[in-house]
């Protein structure tokens, strides 16, 4: 199948670490990639990972991946009330993007 | 640099009419782009693969005589939504793949309400 999981919601304080999980189902996926969504607004690509891969860091984004159990987690070191967003997850599956649920993080002042 | 525009950002039609929505790369060449859907509080569901001076490809489930797709140019890709109803109420989000670094980028949207 071409299911990609994710919780629908994680709240924080502006301080904390957030971590949001994601579970995929291909695991011929080349690339697993996080993406941003604002209110009303498009998608932004925070950063992704190549399968070969365990983990990516990129300022306060820390990419994890677990490959045998198909398992991608973002960390956002000191989460922001800007931070404040829907956060998708996706997987390439022949040139096509297939994404998760995406996961409403809420960051409480 | 790698931006895509999308055009008109809202539109609100009676039930009935045709609508139709704008992708545009604006400073890179893109062979392909996506049009996806999204509903309130969910994922984007791809509805077809444009490809340039070719006919989409449609996911399935996705009628290809409702939504029109026109790929003319390495810059342009249009959706064309005809004879709308309330249930196609949506936001349509594209994407372009840029041809020499085969990364997507996503438009900022189209908020479509049919009344």
């Known amino acids: 199948g071409e299911d990609v999981e994710q919780s629908l919601f994680l709240s924080v304080r502006e301080g904390d670490s957030s971590v949001i999980n994601c579970t995929y189902t291909?695991?011929?996926?080349?690339?697993l990639y996080w993406y941003k969504q604002e209110p009303g607004a498009g998608l932004q690509l925070l950063t992704y990972?190549?399968?070969?891969?365990d983990m990516k860091q990129d300022q306060r984004l820390t990419v994890l991946l677990n490959k045998k159990d198909k398992h991608l987690s973002l960390r956002i070191a000191d989460t922001q009330t800007g931070d404040s967003a829907i956060y998708f997850c996706a997987e390439s599956m022949g040139g096509k993007l297939i994404f998760g649920q995406g996961t409403e993080l809420s960051v409480k002042p | 640099g790698a931006v895509v525009s999308q055009h008109p950002s809202r539109v609100i039609c009676k039930s009935g009419t045709s609508v139709k929505i704008e992708c545009r790369s604006l400073d890179f060449q893109a062979t392909t782009m996506f049009w996806y859907r999204q509903f309130p509080k969910q994922s984007l569901m791809l509805m077809a693969t444009?490809?340039?001076?070719?006919?989409?490809?449609?996911e399935q489930g996705v009628e290809k005589d409702k939504f029109l797709i026109n790929h003319a140019s390495l810059t342009l890709s249009t959706l064309t939504v005809t004879s709308a109803h309330p249930e196609d109420s949506s936001f349509y989000i594209c994407?372009?793949?840029?041809?020499?670094?085969?990364?997507?980028?996503f438009g900022p949207g189209t908020r479509l309400t049919v009344l």
């Open positions: 994407s372009a793949r840029e041809d020499r670094k085969n990364e997507q980028f």
């Open positions: 990972i190549f399968s070969n891969m």
């Open positions: 444009s490809n340039e001076g070719s006919k989409a490809t449609y």
């Open positions: 291909d695991s011929s996926s080349t690339y």
